[in-house]
């Protein structure tokens, strides 16, 4: 029996995937390199910005430095600012889960905070964040959400998680989790998960 979410943030929180793709786009185009960020959301789903990086690197032949990186980040602050929206009936979809919520991310712990401070989420997880950095380990690797359930008090088959991104529900079906594909434009109904919804009003009805 599930008694405890653990939300995703990018693309399943926070409709952030092209904001982030957008960001690293216009950095790209400052270097000479033309990416878009409609085919990079694809290509990148779910990645970490250090892989996205190195496969960049590789295509490309360039090197970044660091400075590439909190410049990138920077950009994608300002971006958030003016532009990030809550993802379509999540707010409601949380508030009406009866359960331990927390959110498990790939991302730095000051984005997800961020994120869920500009749209508003932010005190519906009373703080419980954890962010893949504080772990040193990445999706799909399982440890960040057996890191979040042991962090709630509960055991991985007590664990429900909701992701966007194949590399996510691969991670939750190695912790042993039930994983919740969130697909609003059905670009990944081949995956094997516990459940697939398009809409976050549908996650009350496959997780009790």
Request: aromatic share 8%; with cysteine; hydrophobic share 40%.
């Amino acid at each position: 029996m599930i008694r405890c979410v653990i939300f995703d943030c990018d693309g399943t929180l926070v409709d952030s995937e092209y904001l982030c793709n957008l960001g690293l786009e216009l950095k790209l185009k400052e270097i000479g390199i033309v990416e878009s960020a409609e085919d990079m959301m694809v290509r990148f789903q779910g990645w970490k910005l250090a892989t996205i990086l190195e496969s960049l690197e590789t295509k490309h032949n360039v090197k970044f430095d660091d400075s590439f990186s909190l410049s990138y980040r920077s950009l994608v602050d300002e971006l958030f600012e003016k532009e990030l929206k809550p993802c379509i009936g999540v707010e409601k979809a949380i508030q009406q889960l009866d359960f331990k919520k927390c959110v498990a991310s790939s991302g730095p712990i000051n984005k997800i905070e961020k994120a869920l401070s500009t749209t508003g989420l932010l005190n519906y997880f009373n703080g419980n964040l954890f962010s893949s950095y504080e772990i040193g380990s990445w999706k799909p690797d399982p440890d960040i959400f057996l890191y979040a359930a042991k962090m709630m008090g509960f055991k991985p088959d007590e664990c429900g998680v909701v992701e966007d991104s194949p590399v996510g529900i691969e991670a939750a079906k190695a912790a042993g989790m039930h994983a919740v594909l969130y697909d609003p434009n059905n670009k990944h109904m081949d995956l094997n998960c516990t459940a697939v919804i398009s809409d976050m009003m549908e996650l009350l009805d496959v997780i009790t």
